[in-house]
């Protein structure tokens, strides 16, 4: 198992105005796999990220990565695992505005002791003729396509993506979950997705659904459908 979560708690506020975000969450995550987290509004999804990608703290439980308990690393030692094994994309691109693609994309590798080669990358994104576009000149979809770059070149061992579809149309959202569905299959990355868009779940190889900061369901798809023949 890559990623073990063990009954994972989580509360925010104090008194009256406590409310637990995460009940009691437990999961096994394997290598490679694609894992769609979905879930209404407010079910606890973002903070279950946050969680797993050392952002934020849980209250309780364990979390197990390449077999290492997180809570016995120190803040050093948390950085370094963001750094070396974490990717993420978000729904906003958070894309430096006065860096070029390319550049936003090299800013990815050189945080990484393994970065895949940026040329190769820019290519598989589609953005070879946009490279030396800042990204107040690119589209939602394009600068989301850069924002992945950034995100893949380190070449993460896991891939935490939050919605990151959410600010676009649907046929650039569905060229971008293509796109991630690419990338899981040409390198192997783990990818965790939340989404509150229910047709997703068909491209997974792990369904998990939080309700009320629990999970509601979990299940692997013995078949998946490809991003491209996704409909909602
Ligand atoms: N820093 C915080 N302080 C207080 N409450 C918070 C904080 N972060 C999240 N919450 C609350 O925790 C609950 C879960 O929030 P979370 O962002 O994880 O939901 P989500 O499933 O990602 O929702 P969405 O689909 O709207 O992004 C919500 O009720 C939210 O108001
Ligand atoms: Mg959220």
Redesign the pocket.
């Known amino acids: 198992m890559q990623l073990e979560l063990q009954n994972i708690k989580k509360s ?2 104090e008194g009256d105005s406590r ?1 637990e ?1 995460l009940k009691d969450i437990s999961l096994g995550i394997e290598k490679g796999e694609f894992v769609v987290l979905l ?12 969680i797993i990608g050392g952002i934020d703290n849980a209250d309780s439980g364990k979390i197990i990565i390449n077999g290492k308990l997180m809570s016995d690393m120190d803040e050093k030692a948390l950085t370094a695992y963001r750094r070396d094994h974490l990717g993420y994309i978000f729904q906003m691109y958070n894309l430096i505005p006065n860096l070029t693609v390319r550049e936003n994309i090299e800013v990815g590798a050189y945080l990484s002791k393994k970065p895949l080669n940026i040329d190769e990358i820019i290519d598989i994104l589609g953005l070879t003729n946009h490279q030396n576009k800042v990204p107040s000149q690119l589209s939602g979809g394009q600068q989301q396509r850069c924002a992945i770059g950034r995100a893949i070149v380190k070449n993460p061992d896991i891939l935490l993506c ?2 990151p579809t959410g600010a676009l149309d649907y046929n650039t959202s569905k060229e971008i979950l293509a796109l991630i569905e690419q990338v899981n299959q040409k390198y192997g990355n783990t990818v965790i997705m ?1 989404t ?1 868009n229910d047709a997703i779940k068909n491209m997974a190889d792990f369904v998990v659904k ?1 309700r009320d ?1 629990g999970i509601r369901k979990s299940y692997r798809n013995e078949e998946k459908i490809a991003a491209k023949e996704l409909d909602w």
């Open positions: 925010f506020g409310i975000v879930g209404p509004s407010g079910s606890g999804k973002s903070t279950l990220l946050n939050d919605e939340v509150h939080l900061g």
